[in-house]
């Protein structure tokens, strides 16, 4: 995650101040390995009642590997990032909008119009962001508007330091993800 310095430090303390985590659901899965992440994800849509998600990758790259991944295991599902053409991808978010797929793919490309992008209960971080201040804008959408919103963190060895990074800067907890998930 980036450094930054007071200056920058208090203006995004000011930011926090009108933004909440309040009443979000943050877990954490260890995955141990990045290989392994995707069968995570996997039986994660499989255990969870799904209706519809959002996924976070950090780059398009690993966004258009994922959405194949996904589709070629039967998901419904749409992928946007900065690469993505703006007819497809206005496409590709109604359809996520209108429910004819389930899973939205994206990069953090597209979040610098976030009004464009749709409100989904649950928010997975494929990628934990490379910005303290891209979790917020992840996850944050997930609980907006009073709603119950749930966010997923798939973390390795070399990312889960990460989630405590999280946890400080946002005065948040980011509990293991239970066994249990009927609660979802």
Not at 10 to 33: I, P, S
Not at 68 to 94: P, Y
């Amino acid at each position: 995650m980036e450094d930054m310095d007071q200056r920058q430090k208090d203006e995004v303390a000011a930011r926090r101040g009108q933004l909440t985590l309040a009443g979000m659901n943050q877990f954490y899965v260890d995955c141990a390995r990045e290989e392994w992440k995707f069968d995570t994800l996997c039986d994660l849509f499989n255990i969870i009642n799904l209706t519809q998600a959002i996924v976070f990758c950090n780059t398009a790259d690993k966004a258009t590997w994922l959405a194949a991944k996904l589709a070629s295991d039967g998901f419904s599902l749409a992928a946007v990032h900065g690469l993505t053409d703006a007819t497809d991808a206005r496409a590709a978010l109604t359809d996520f909008r209108v429910a004819v797929v389930r899973v939205l793919v994206v990069t953090d490309g597209v979040l610098n119009n976030s009004g464009l992008l749709p409100y989904a209960w649950l928010s997975v971080n494929y990628d934990l962001p490379a910005s303290l201040d891209d979790y917020m804008t992840r996850v944050g959408r997930s609980g907006r508007f009073g709603r119950r919103g749930v966010a997923i963190n798939l973390v390795t060895e070399e990312t889960a330091a990460q989630v405590r990074q999280l946890e400080e800067y946002y005065n948040t907890a980011i509990a293991a993800l239970p066994d249990d998930l009927s609660f979802l």
